[in-house]
């Protein structure tokens, strides 16, 4: 672990005294403060001037730079690390899910028609009634009907037969629809399946309102024609709403830094416009999506970003999808799924099409974060990987990325060191998912190639850590204790020789994120010359009894040395 840090430090910004008489404007006094700085690891104070720390130390040494307009914080204790960066998530939609029915916390499927029916009580006809968040396999029991584990639209249809509806599954990979969305969408009984898609059926042949990956593309083209009325105002406004949505939900849970996995350019637009204007919340790391190759190669130049607006937003990567998720059997796999023979998962692009984007990545010096869930995934994209390499010897620190890689065959572990690929993981996944992985993969399979943080880590890969929001809350704790413990909601530990210590989990947090957005020496350690970005928590999670650390919270979050959220409870 040392040795790690030490690497890293190679390239941090030098350790620099505040000059002479140089006045903090924020100093965060009695902490226990770990920097992630090899060079001073702890201390038990922090200054800041303007958006930049300028001194880390003693409590004395930093007195030293107090003046008369420091804004002064005892942290009485409490621990002060790096500001937290959530390595991978959805931003939009995130914003997007706190205006939608909430569907994490429902226990059955009868649960879910109810609040559908709530909401058709109060919109109009015609109205789309859209829900997030629901998951099978954390209902008390399956539903009746059930076809693939999954329900059928009958009772959902019954209580919204004027509204369309559209429920994403908490995985993103799949949406329930009633019959009126289907109509819109023109899906019946003979629609074909579209390319990286699935719309289920039932014995009958009907549709059951099941969409697997692409097929939610059907529902997507059926919505945007009711959003044609809106204006470009009305656009925008609601945009925004969702970046003051996001950002105030990240903020509230100690998230400095967001690295979104996948916007376009009009997004993007958005993004530098709330930079130019200082209104974005958080720190944006963003890779540029949802745009045809011929846009890329013409618009990648002119939308490259490194530091935007006071560092606020930094664009210089690609976010591309090979397969789907696990949950929704859409993960790609080597081998058949356990609990449907029939199928291997699903190829969301041929790694034909994304050398082809690589290849075009690579001209404009773009860093490339493939999502890869399944074995065979994570082996397709190392494949497109090295070949690309191969053919440009002289490129050098690309830090290409895959996304999740979450079921890894052991033979290509090696493989990510050896090409220099970083493991963007989320430590999370091991508590919400573990205990259904096995009736997806069997027990041995599960074992041995699910979530290897430690096997990857022993290798010398870059090893990141986030939620994958809004599948997830943004709250960084759960997944920095799943990268620790491995402990299901259950309380059985999930392949334990895989987990991390919690100096570790923290650099996979603060560190390694920094570093996979091509930004450690701005973000990621608390050393000065870097921005003044911290996280302050109520409970020591670096000391507590590891059962504890779920019930930490966050008391302080600091961007650019201005404190952006404050819990009430400090």
């Known amino acids: 672990m040392k040795r790690t840090i030490a690497a890293f430090a190679l390239v941090l910004s030098p350790a620099l005294a505040p000059a002479q008489g140089q006045r903090a404007t924020l100093a965060l006094l009695n902490g226990h403060v770990v920097t992630m700085d090899s060079t001073k690891p702890e201390a038990q104070a922090i200054a800041i001037a303007g958006d930049r720390i300028i001194a880390v130390g003693t409590n004395e040494e930093i007195q030293r730079t107090i003046g008369a307009s420091t804004k002064v914080v005892n942290l009485a204790g409490r621990l002060a690390t790096p500001g937290f960066a959530d390595g991978h998530g959805h931003y939009m939609a995130l914003g997007a899910s706190k205006l939608q029915l909430d569907l994490t916390k429902a226990k059955t499927w009868e649960e879910i028609v109810a609040m559908v029916a709530a909401a058709v009580r109060k919109a109009k006809p015609g109205d789309w009634i859209i829900g997030f968040g629901w998951h099978q396999a954390k209902w008390e029991h399956p539903p009746v009907p059930v076809v693939e584990g999954n329900p059928v639209h009958a009772t959902l249809s019954a209580v919204s037969p004027n509204n369309p509806v559209e429920l994403s599954h908490a995985s993103g990979h799949a949406s329930f629809v009633n019959a009126k969305a289907m109509s819109l969408a023109g899906i019946t ?17 009907n549709p059951t309102g099941m969409l697997r990956e692409a097929a939610q593309g059907l529902m997507r083209t059926a919505r945007d024609a009711s959003d044609a009325s809106l204006t470009p105002r009305q656009r925008e406004a609601r945009a925004r709403k969702m970046v003051e949505l996001a950002g105030a939900d990240a903020l509230s849970k100690g998230i400095t830094s967001f690295h979104d996995a996948g916007s376009n350019f009009a997004t993007i637009d958005l993004f530098r416009k709330l930079a130019s204007e200082g209104t974005l919340p958080v720190r944006l790391y963003v890779m540029v999506r949802f745009e045809s190759n011929e846009r890329l190669d013409s618009l990648l130049d002119r939308y490259r970003m490194q530091g935007f607006g006071n560092g606020y937003l930094t664009v210089r990567s690609i976010k591309r999808q090979i397969d789907g998720a696990l949950g929704s059997n859409g993960a790609w796999l080597l081998e058949p799924y356990a609990d449907l023979p029939r199928s291997m998962g699903l190829a969301l692009e041929q790694p034909e099409s994304l050398q082809r984007v690589a290849e ?96 990857l880590w022993d290798l010398g890969v870059i090893v990141t850590n986030g939620t994958d929001t809004p599948v997830e809350d943004v709250n960084p704790i759960p997944s920095y204790y799943g990268m620790v413990a491995r402990v299901t909601r259950e309380g059985k530990v999930f392949v334990p020789d895989q ?28 050393t000065p010359g870097k921005y003044g970005d911290v996280t302050v928590f109520s409970k020591d999670i670096m000391v507590i009894p590891e059962p504890e650390i779920l019930r930490a919270a966050v008391d302080y979050t600091i961007v650019g040395g201005k404190i952006k959220y404050a819990a009430k409870h400090r």
């Open 189 to 205: 009984a003979l629609t074909a399946n579209p390319p990286g898609g699935e719309i289920v059926h039932d014995a009958q042949g």
């Open 360 to 455: 075009l990545a690579l001209r404009h010096g773009f860093q490339v974060n493939t999502h890869a869930i399944g074995d065979r995934a994570n082996r397709e994209v190392l494949n497109v990987y090295e070949r690309v390499f191969k053919a440009n010897p002289g490129k050098s620190d690309l830090r290409w990325r895959i996304e999740h890689a979450q079921h890894i065959e052991p033979s290509d572990l090696p493989r990510f060191k050896q090409l220099g690929v970083i493991a963007s993981m989320q430590g999370i996944h091991t508590v919400s998912d573990a205990p259904w992985i096995p009736s997806k993969l069997g027990e041995e399979r599960a074992r041995r190639e699910s979530y290897l943080f430690r096997s």
């Open 499 to 526: 987990r991390l210590t919690r100096l570790e989990a923290l650099q996979a947090y603060t560190l390694n994120n920094a570093y996979a957005s091509f930004q450690e020496r701005d973000l990621g350690s608390l």
